[in-house]
């Protein structure tokens, strides 16, 4: 499929590994930067969605979607798992799930914009009833937009173009294709944060807008690589 993300706003915590890795399946390994792990908040538009090769699906020109993620490796091969998925429509989260195997929740989600300002609230629809509150303001013209530099914070997080994913306990990996990261850095303040309970999230690192990007996003297939190896520890700095 193909999908354009635009309005990305990115938040990112540091992590206590030992509450994070609870939530990650026994097949992949639980990835780290400078001995800290991560869990990131990333909420953008989606418009349009299309098929590779065909129109725009008819109402699902832009929705919004929030998702929460972490940062692992399977053998060598750093990656994102994600531990939730909250989209405004139904048809993406079914999609996702049946396709993808990933957690999509449709959730009950109100997004405030402006110039500089976006603010979101989301509230699962599951019997958990999690919950987040963050607000965003962008920099807009006062500061530089940039591509995050090679062993950078910024660039282990951003730059990964591989989903994981178990089905049947069966680890699979999804590859996304598209141009390099360019972001900018954003102020965020977090309201309600009771879905970020689970997993250990503890000190904001920082926030950060990201430009519109289309991206190509293809079928899962079971990992090629060995679940586990010497070098599969993380390898940054």
Same mark, same amino acid.
């Given at each position: 499929?193909?999908?354009?993300?635009?309005?990305?706003?990115?938040?990112?915590?540091?992590?206590?590994?030992?509450?994070?890795?609870?939530?990650?399946?026994?097949?992949?390994?639980?990835?780290?930067?400078?001995?800290?792990?991560?869990?990131?908040?990333?909420?953008?538009?989606?418009?349009?969605?299309?098929?590779?090769?065909?129109?725009?699906?008819?109402?699902?020109?832009?929705?919004?979607?929030?998702?929460?993620?972490?940062?692992?490796?399977?053998?060598?091969?750093?990656?994102?798992?994600?531990?939730?998925?909250?989209?405004?429509?139904?048809?993406?989260?079914?999609?996702?799930?049946?396709?993808?195997?990933?957690?999509?929740?449709?959730?009950?989600?109100?997004?405030?914009?402006?110039?500089?300002?976006?603010?979101?609230?989301?509230?699962?629809?599951?019997?958990?009833?999690?919950?987040?509150?963050?607000?965003?303001?962008?920099?807009?013209?006062?500061?530089?937009?940039?591509?995050?530099?090679?062993?950078?914070? @910024? %660039?282990?997080? /951003?730059?990964? &173009?591989?989903?994981?994913?178990? !089905? +049947?306990?069966?680890?699979? =990996? *999804? $590859?996304?294709?598209?141009?390099?990261?360019?972001?900018?850095?954003?102020?965020?303040?977090?309201? @309600? %944060?009771?879905? /970020?309970?689970? &997993?250990?999230?503890?000190?904001? !690192? +920082?926030?950060?807008?990201? =430009? *519109? $990007?289309?991206?190509?996003?293809?079928?899962?297939?079971?990992?090629?690589?060995?679940?586990?190896?010497?070098?599969?520890?993380?390898?940054?700095?």
């Amino acid at each position: 499929m193909e999908q354009t993300w635009r309005d990305m706003m990115m938040v990112h915590w540091r992590a206590d590994p030992n509450k994070l890795a609870r939530h990650v399946p026994n097949k992949l390994q639980l990835d780290l930067f400078d001995g800290h792990a991560y869990v990131s908040a990333v909420l953008f538009a989606v418009d349009p969605f299309r098929l590779r090769g065909m129109p725009a699906v008819r109402g699902m020109r832009r929705f919004w979607q929030l998702n929460l993620r972490t940062y692992v490796r399977c053998g060598a091969t750093p990656g994102v798992y994600f531990l939730r998925l909250d989209t405004s429509r139904a048809w993406p989260a079914q999609l996702g799930r049946l396709t993808y195997a990933l957690p999509f929740e449709r959730a009950e989600m109100a997004v405030l914009e402006d110039r500089e300002h976006l603010a979101v609230g989301v509230v699962s629809r599951t019997g958990d009833k999690a919950s987040l509150s963050v607000g965003f303001r962008r920099a807009g013209h006062r500061m530089p937009w940039y591509e995050p530099m090679e062993g950078s914070l @910024d %660039a282990w997080l /951003l730059n990964r &173009y591989t989903l994981f994913a178990t !089905a +049947f306990g069966v680890v699979v =990996e *999804t $590859r996304v294709v598209h141009k390099p990261w360019v972001v900018q850095p954003a102020e965020a303040r977090v309201g @309600d %944060a009771r879905m /970020l309970a689970p &997993y250990g999230c503890e000190e904001m !690192a +920082f926030a950060c807008a990201a =430009e *519109t $990007r289309t991206a190509r996003i293809g079928l899962p297939h079971p990992a090629r690589h060995p679940t586990h190896s010497p070098d599969s520890r993380s390898l940054a700095r």
